[in-house]
T-cell receptor, first 110, second 112 residues
Protein backbone atom coordinates (compact mmCIF):
# COMPACT_ATOMS: atom_id res chain seq x y z
CA UNK A 1 0.00 0.00 0.00
CA UNK A 2 1.35 3.43 -0.89
CA UNK A 3 2.05 5.71 2.05
CA UNK A 4 0.12 8.57 0.45
CA UNK A 5 -2.60 7.67 -2.04
CA UNK A 6 -4.35 9.97 -4.47
CA UNK A 7 -6.66 9.52 -7.43
CA UNK A 8 -4.41 10.32 -10.42
CA UNK A 9 -7.27 11.81 -12.44
CA UNK A 10 -7.31 13.61 -14.76
CA UNK A 11 -10.12 15.79 -13.55
CA UNK A 12 -11.43 17.75 -16.53
CA UNK A 13 -13.66 20.59 -15.33
CA UNK A 14 -15.10 23.73 -16.90
CA UNK A 15 -14.03 27.18 -15.76
CA UNK A 16 -15.97 28.25 -12.69
CA UNK A 17 -16.54 24.71 -11.44
CA UNK A 18 -15.84 23.49 -7.93
CA UNK A 19 -13.57 20.47 -7.72
CA UNK A 20 -12.46 18.36 -4.77
CA UNK A 21 -9.40 16.15 -4.40
CA UNK A 22 -8.98 13.52 -1.73
CA UNK A 23 -5.94 11.81 -0.32
CA UNK A 24 -5.27 9.17 2.33
CA UNK A 25 -2.06 8.53 4.25
CA UNK A 26 -1.00 5.35 6.02
CA UNK A 27 1.67 6.56 8.46
CA UNK A 28 -0.14 7.47 11.67
CA UNK A 29 3.04 9.19 12.89
CA UNK A 30 2.71 11.86 10.19
CA UNK A 31 2.66 15.28 11.80
CA UNK A 32 2.48 17.81 8.99
CA UNK A 33 0.44 17.90 5.84
CA UNK A 34 0.59 19.97 2.69
CA UNK A 35 -0.77 20.40 -0.78
CA UNK A 36 1.86 21.23 -3.38
CA UNK A 37 1.16 22.26 -6.94
CA UNK A 38 3.36 21.08 -9.81
CA UNK A 39 3.12 22.50 -13.31
CA UNK A 40 4.27 20.40 -16.25
CA UNK A 41 8.06 19.91 -16.18
CA UNK A 42 8.44 22.31 -13.25
CA UNK A 43 9.31 21.98 -9.59
CA UNK A 44 6.66 21.48 -6.90
CA UNK A 45 5.55 24.64 -5.13
CA UNK A 46 3.68 24.87 -1.86
CA UNK A 47 -0.01 25.60 -2.35
CA UNK A 48 -1.00 25.43 1.30
CA UNK A 49 -0.38 23.68 4.58
CA UNK A 50 -3.22 21.62 6.02
CA UNK A 51 -4.35 21.97 9.61
CA UNK A 52 -6.69 19.85 11.69
CA UNK A 53 -9.10 22.74 12.08
CA UNK A 54 -9.28 23.19 8.31
CA UNK A 55 -7.93 26.23 6.54
CA UNK A 56 -8.81 28.42 3.62
CA UNK A 57 -6.73 30.53 1.26
CA UNK A 58 -8.89 32.42 -1.19
CA UNK A 59 -10.58 29.87 -3.45
CA UNK A 60 -8.75 26.96 -1.85
CA UNK A 61 -9.89 25.06 1.25
CA UNK A 62 -7.95 22.21 2.84
CA UNK A 63 -9.23 19.76 5.45
CA UNK A 64 -7.50 17.12 7.57
CA UNK A 65 -9.17 14.22 9.35
CA UNK A 66 -6.55 12.55 11.55
CA UNK A 67 -8.90 9.81 12.73
CA UNK A 68 -9.56 8.68 9.14
CA UNK A 69 -6.07 9.69 7.94
CA UNK A 70 -7.67 11.66 5.16
CA UNK A 71 -6.79 15.00 3.55
CA UNK A 72 -8.86 16.99 1.09
CA UNK A 73 -8.50 20.03 -1.14
CA UNK A 74 -11.44 22.00 -2.49
CA UNK A 75 -11.00 24.48 -5.31
CA UNK A 76 -13.89 26.85 -5.95
CA UNK A 77 -14.48 28.93 -9.08
CA UNK A 78 -11.78 27.09 -11.05
CA UNK A 79 -9.56 29.17 -13.33
CA UNK A 80 -7.65 28.06 -16.42
CA UNK A 81 -4.49 28.85 -14.47
CA UNK A 82 -5.42 26.19 -11.89
CA UNK A 83 -4.57 23.48 -14.43
CA UNK A 84 -1.70 21.55 -12.86
CA UNK A 85 -0.92 18.42 -10.86
CA UNK A 86 -1.77 18.65 -7.16
CA UNK A 87 0.48 16.68 -4.82
CA UNK A 88 -0.73 15.52 -1.42
CA UNK A 89 2.15 15.44 1.05
CA UNK A 90 2.62 14.08 4.58
CA UNK A 91 5.62 14.94 6.73
CA UNK A 92 7.09 13.05 9.67
CA UNK A 93 10.11 13.21 11.91
CA UNK A 94 12.10 16.17 13.17
CA UNK A 95 13.65 16.69 9.73
CA UNK A 96 10.17 16.76 8.25
CA UNK A 97 10.81 14.02 5.76
CA UNK A 98 8.06 14.46 3.22
CA UNK A 99 6.17 11.62 1.57
CA UNK A 100 4.53 12.63 -1.67
CA UNK A 101 1.50 11.18 -3.35
CA UNK A 102 1.73 10.60 -7.09
CA UNK A 103 -0.47 13.62 -7.73
CA UNK A 104 -3.90 14.40 -9.13
CA UNK A 105 -4.00 16.10 -12.50
CA UNK A 106 -6.49 18.91 -13.00
CA UNK A 107 -7.37 20.35 -16.40
CA UNK A 108 -9.66 23.38 -16.37
CA UNK A 109 -11.33 23.99 -19.72
CA UNK A 110 -13.07 26.97 -21.34
CA UNK B 1 16.51 36.19 -4.70
CA UNK B 2 17.99 33.10 -6.32
CA UNK B 3 16.40 30.68 -3.83
CA UNK B 4 17.42 27.09 -4.66
CA UNK B 5 19.53 26.65 -7.77
CA UNK B 6 20.49 23.42 -9.50
CA UNK B 7 22.98 22.64 -12.22
CA UNK B 8 23.00 21.23 -14.82
CA UNK B 9 19.44 21.50 -16.14
CA UNK B 10 19.84 18.44 -18.32
CA UNK B 11 22.49 15.76 -18.76
CA UNK B 12 22.93 12.56 -20.74
CA UNK B 13 25.26 9.97 -19.19
CA UNK B 14 26.53 6.66 -20.44
CA UNK B 15 26.19 3.61 -18.21
CA UNK B 16 29.04 3.49 -15.72
CA UNK B 17 29.90 7.19 -15.90
CA UNK B 18 29.84 9.36 -12.82
CA UNK B 19 28.64 12.89 -12.23
CA UNK B 20 27.77 15.38 -9.53
CA UNK B 21 24.47 17.24 -9.45
CA UNK B 22 24.96 20.63 -7.87
CA UNK B 23 22.50 22.29 -5.50
CA UNK B 24 22.87 25.62 -3.73
CA UNK B 25 20.55 27.80 -1.66
CA UNK B 26 20.98 31.38 -0.51
CA UNK B 27 18.25 31.44 2.12
CA UNK B 28 20.44 30.31 5.04
CA UNK B 29 18.34 27.18 5.37
CA UNK B 30 19.59 24.44 7.67
CA UNK B 31 17.74 21.56 6.05
CA UNK B 32 18.39 20.34 2.52
CA UNK B 33 16.98 17.41 0.60
CA UNK B 34 17.45 15.48 -2.63
CA UNK B 35 14.48 13.83 -4.34
CA UNK B 36 13.99 11.95 -7.56
CA UNK B 37 10.76 11.91 -9.56
CA UNK B 38 10.08 9.20 -12.10
CA UNK B 39 7.28 9.62 -14.67
CA UNK B 40 3.85 9.19 -13.09
CA UNK B 41 5.38 8.67 -9.66
CA UNK B 42 5.63 10.73 -6.52
CA UNK B 43 8.88 12.27 -5.40
CA UNK B 44 11.14 9.88 -3.50
CA UNK B 45 13.64 11.13 -0.89
CA UNK B 46 17.22 10.11 -1.67
CA UNK B 47 19.26 11.88 1.04
CA UNK B 48 18.79 14.77 3.39
CA UNK B 49 20.88 16.98 5.64
CA UNK B 50 19.93 18.85 8.81
CA UNK B 51 23.04 21.03 8.80
CA UNK B 52 26.62 21.32 7.59
CA UNK B 53 28.50 18.08 8.19
CA UNK B 54 25.35 16.02 8.83
CA UNK B 55 23.69 13.83 6.21
CA UNK B 56 21.32 10.88 6.35
CA UNK B 57 19.73 8.39 3.99
CA UNK B 58 16.22 8.74 2.70
CA UNK B 59 14.00 6.17 1.07
CA UNK B 60 16.10 5.42 -2.06
CA UNK B 61 19.81 6.13 -1.31
CA UNK B 62 21.44 3.25 -3.20
CA UNK B 63 23.73 4.40 -6.00
CA UNK B 64 24.08 7.94 -4.62
CA UNK B 65 26.29 9.84 -2.22
CA UNK B 66 26.07 13.31 -0.72
CA UNK B 67 28.16 15.73 1.29
CA UNK B 68 27.36 18.95 3.11
CA UNK B 69 30.50 20.93 3.80
CA UNK B 70 28.73 24.31 3.88
CA UNK B 71 25.22 25.50 4.74
CA UNK B 72 24.69 26.65 1.16
CA UNK B 73 25.71 23.62 -0.91
CA UNK B 74 24.44 20.05 -1.05
CA UNK B 75 25.87 18.13 -4.05
CA UNK B 76 24.57 14.71 -5.06
CA UNK B 77 27.07 12.26 -6.52
CA UNK B 78 26.28 9.36 -8.87
CA UNK B 79 29.29 7.05 -8.98
CA UNK B 80 28.31 4.39 -11.56
CA UNK B 81 25.34 5.58 -13.57
CA UNK B 82 22.69 2.99 -14.38
CA UNK B 83 19.58 3.26 -16.62
CA UNK B 84 17.43 2.98 -13.46
CA UNK B 85 18.81 6.38 -12.41
CA UNK B 86 17.14 8.08 -15.36
CA UNK B 87 14.88 10.56 -13.61
CA UNK B 88 14.28 14.18 -12.69
CA UNK B 89 16.22 15.19 -9.59
CA UNK B 90 14.97 17.95 -7.32
CA UNK B 91 16.87 19.61 -4.53
CA UNK B 92 14.91 21.34 -1.77
CA UNK B 93 15.62 23.31 1.37
CA UNK B 94 13.81 24.52 4.46
CA UNK B 95 14.77 26.65 7.44
CA UNK B 96 13.58 24.17 10.02
CA UNK B 97 12.28 20.65 9.68
CA UNK B 98 8.66 21.60 10.10
CA UNK B 99 8.49 24.42 7.61
CA UNK B 100 7.79 24.59 3.90
CA UNK B 101 10.35 23.05 1.59
CA UNK B 102 11.44 25.17 -1.35
CA UNK B 103 12.42 23.31 -4.48
CA UNK B 104 14.99 24.00 -7.16
CA UNK B 105 14.06 23.79 -10.86
CA UNK B 106 15.33 20.23 -11.21
CA UNK B 107 17.96 18.34 -13.21
CA UNK B 108 16.79 15.94 -15.91
CA UNK B 109 19.15 12.99 -16.17
CA UNK B 110 19.11 10.40 -18.93
CA UNK B 111 21.36 7.34 -18.59
CA UNK B 112 21.89 5.36 -21.79
Amino acid sequence: RKEVEQDPGPFNVPEGATVAFNCTYSNSASQSFFWYRQDCRKEPKLLMSVYSSGNEDGRFTAQLNRASQYISLLIRDSKLSDSATYLCVAGSGTASKLTFGTGTRLQVML
Amino acid sequence: NAGVTQTPKFRILKIGQSMTLQCAQDMNHNYMYWYRQDPGMGLKLIYYSVGAGITDKGEVPNGYNVSRSTTEDFPLRLELAAPSQTSVYFCASSYSGVETQYFGPGTRLLVL
